[in-house]
């Protein structure tokens, strides 16, 4: 699902991501156990959780896109190896 609207809101990402065969789940799996805890700042934490709680399930997938689209320049120009591209995705998409 969260790839299907990837490829429609972000296709620069969603080309990158193809082109070095990473996929989503890889890195998107600890975001969404964890709720973001070990990705977002305690602060801002708290906020996705209330947006949780508000809103459902859509939030959580809102989120995510919001953190691909932040760094969507970093993604779309990561090295064009396997490596490369997951470094690059774990390095711009968590915040200190």
Known sequence: MLGAVI?????AVG??????????RLFTSEW??????STLPMHTVVR???ALF???GEAIFRVAVTLLWLNRESIAT?????????AALRRCCSIP
């Open 7 to 11: 490829d429609e809101r972000l296709p």
């Open 15 to 24: 080309n990158a991501l193809q082109r070095t065969d990473v996929q989503l």
């Open 32 to 37: 969404f156990l964890a709720l973001f805890c």
């Open 48 to 50: 996705v959780w209330d």
């Open 54 to 56: 508000l809103y459902g």
């Open 78 to 86: 990561a090295d064009g190896d396997f490596v490369g591209m997951f």
